[in-house]
């Protein structure tokens, strides 16, 4: 099955203008809660495994941080891959959502994957 592309939208009003509340607790996955911005509505609440930013290469720096890279030269290769796969799936997903947005909720699109 190929994968699809899908905005998050509110289940009160089906807007996609979202707030994200960050809950950030020692030893824990940083929690992410979900507000409609237009109607104030929850939306979701997920957690956070790796989060990657704007900036790629410090991104990436800081997953390296948990993992020994054996030269210089291998760091910079793989994280010039990084970014490139970072907004290869980006542009991707966005494509996606333009040509045919998911119109699944979320739960059943997790209950459905194959990983």
């Not at 994280?79 to 040509?99: I, N, R």
Request: net charge negative; aromatic share 8%; with cysteine.
């Amino acid at each position: 099955m190929r994968g699809t592309s899908r905005l998050e939208h509110c289940p009160n009003c089906d807007g996609v203008e979202l707030k994200n509340y960050m809950r950030i607790m020692p030893g824990e996955d940083v929690e992410v809660f979900v507000e409609c911005a237009a109607c104030g509505s929850f939306v979701a609440r997920y957690t956070l495994k790796m989060y990657t930013s704007e900036k790629p290469y410090e991104s990436y720096l800081r997953l390296m941080l948990q993992r020994p890279m054996v030269t210089g030269s291998q760091t910079q290769q793989a994280q010039s891959e990084f970014a490139e796969t970072l907004m290869a799936h980006y542009k991707a997903v966005k494509q996606g959502v333009e040509e045919q947005e998911d119109g699944r909720a979320i739960e059943e699109i997790l209950a459905n994957r194959r990983d």
